[in-house]
């Protein structure tokens, strides 16, 4: 990869690209031969209890995103800014904040010290930050504890997919992705039953955030009997340990097949490091802007608004907040594990262009039915409710099936190994960004020009998501990582 590619190529043409998947599958086929038989697919029982444990950090980042949204208000009575719309935005938005710093570094740190390391840095700021949180009397310490948490969820995402996908067999690598999207709806469900008694039992916000301490620290203990990532170690000429971990991930049958993939893309040259201005311009570019562009139009959509801020979007209609939340977290569940089934099947493109044409549908829907309010009719209110309590669970069904597990996994597909860690996090620092202004002036929108306006605007973002990914994206769906790479940056 290292001065083999012409810099005038550009690093995402999908004419060329499709070319090169073909070249490589018959050159892959000849590879793949032990004694004249086909080796076949490594074992996918090796890699899973690896694919676990990250799991953990995506399971942590789904129940920070959503144990404030039961114990907001009871919260901020105990906290003295009950009724300040702008001091709860910043309740939630103090954790994507800390979130887009711990984002800036999770590359750097990941391709430092390791992918296992980075795992266990990214736990101690959530146990720290969740038992301020659990102890503040005031609104500062709980800003506080929401900032060291997000530091925590800023690195475990990028770092997750990174590991995942490098740990994971082709043939299997989009299924386990997805899985870290199911870790994340576990987590938010989680938060969300653990919260029911928030509004009846004083304090019990306090036991909310104290739980996830717990999953943090297994996460850090557990870290410690993982295998490393071979990608790293071989980027860091440790062969002969990459080869071991190989051998432990995969079999020891299909490690010749593995490094001579490895040695094909990468020299294994630990100096050449990657500089930030890469990944700003010249041939790395586009794939960056691909991967931000992605991410941005995630959180455009409006997704998290749903997550944050349902239990009051739903109260102003006159539904149980409770039973609300339940059906949001059953669609998000079930909408993960079909694109868990679907992605090794189907494809990241398809199940992309079908999550965001469903989201924009569902936000059309949900439009219509805010529009009726001007009658005011008490019957009609209530069927609104009733609509729009429909149309968010069609509308997070939806996300789950594509806009949520793809963007992650496609990335740690498409980008370069020398690069992978390091663009990553420019995307989920976009990501952050985006997420954080989101949190921080949904309340105040809503206030100002009403549903109808607001999620007229998340529905154009989804509608120019399915244009940008129909011209953009192109399918990486049983290709090795290293076939993706050649691919996308051809050789002179």
């Not at 907040?321 to 694109?339: F, K, P």
């Not at 990486?476 to 290293?482: F, I, P």
Request: net charge positive; glycine share 10%.
């Amino acid at each position: 990869m290292r001065g083999r590619h012409n810099e005038a190529v550009s690093t995402y043409k999908r004419g060329p690209a499709r070319e090169h998947f073909n070249a490589f599958e018959k050159e892959e086929t000849s590879v793949r031969l032990l004694h004249g038989k086909d080796i076949g697919n490594p074992s996918w029982r090796r890699s899973l209890p690896h694919m676990l444990i990250a799991a953990i950090s995506s399971f942590l980042f789904g129940y920070h995103l959503g144990v404030v949204n039961e114990t907001l208000e009871s919260l901020s009575v105990d906290l003295g800014f009950s009724g300040s719309t702008l001091a709860e935005g910043l309740v939630v938005s103090a954790c994507l904040g800390g979130a887009f710093v711990g984002s800036l570094f999770s590359g750097w740190l990941a391709d430092g010290v390791g992918r296992r390391r980075a795992f266990q840095l990214c736990a101690l700021p959530m146990i720290i930050g969740a038992s301020v949180s659990a102890t503040t009397k005031n609104l500062w310490g709980m800003l506080l504890g929401r900032l060291l948490v997000g530091a925590g969820m800023g690195i475990g995402p990028p770092v997750a997919a990174l590991y995942v996908a490098e740990i994971s067999p082709a043939f299997i690598r989009g299924t386990f992705g997805s899985f870290t999207q199911i870790a994340t709806c576990l987590g938010l469900m989680g938060s969300l039953f653990i919260g029911l008694p928030a509004k009846e039992i004083g304090g019990w916000w306090r036991v909310c955030f104290w739980v996830s301490a717990v999953p943090a620290a297994a996460l850090a203990f557990l870290m410690e009997f993982c295998a490393e990532s071979p990608h790293w170690l071989f980027k860091k000429g440790r062969g002969t340990e990459a080869e071991a971990e190989f051998e432990r991930l995969l079999g020891g049958i299909h490690v010749k097949f593995a490094m001579a993939e490895l040695s094909r893309s990468d020299s294994g040259d630990e100096s050449d490091t990657v500089k930030f201005s890469e990944l700003l311009h010249g041939r790395h570019f586009k794939v960056v802007f691909l991967g931000s562009a992605l991410f941005a139009l995630q959180q455009l959509s409006g997704i998290n608004a749903v997550f944050y801020f349902s239990s009051t979007v739903f109260k102003s209609f006159g539904i149980p907040s409770d039973l609300a939340n339940i059906c949001i977290g059953i669609a998000n569940l079930s909408g993960s594990v079909i694109a868990m089934i679907l992605m090794d099947k189907l494809g990241r493109k398809l199940l992309l262009l079908g999550s965001f044409s469903g989201m924009a549908v569902s936000l059309s829907i949900q439009v219509i039915a805010a529009s009726s309010l001007t009658s005011g009719s008490r019957a009609l209110y209530l069927s609104v409710g009733g609509v729009l309590l429909n149309g968010q669970c069609r509308f997070v069904l939806m996300f789950s099936l594509g806009a949520g597990p793809v963007p992650s996994l496609l990335l740690s597909e498409i980008f370069p190994g020398r690069i992978r860690a390091e663009a990553m996090a420019i995307c989920m620092a976009v990501h952050w960004v985006i997420n954080f202004f989101v949190g921080l002036f949904f309340l105040r929108l809503l206030e100002q020009i009403g549903a109808q306006y607001l999620y007229s605007i998340f529905a154009t973002f989804c509608f120019v998501a399915v244009i940008f990914v129909k011209r953009n994206v192109v399918e990486t769906k049983g290709k090795t990582l290293q076939e993706i790479e050649r691919a996308l940056v051809p050789p002179e």
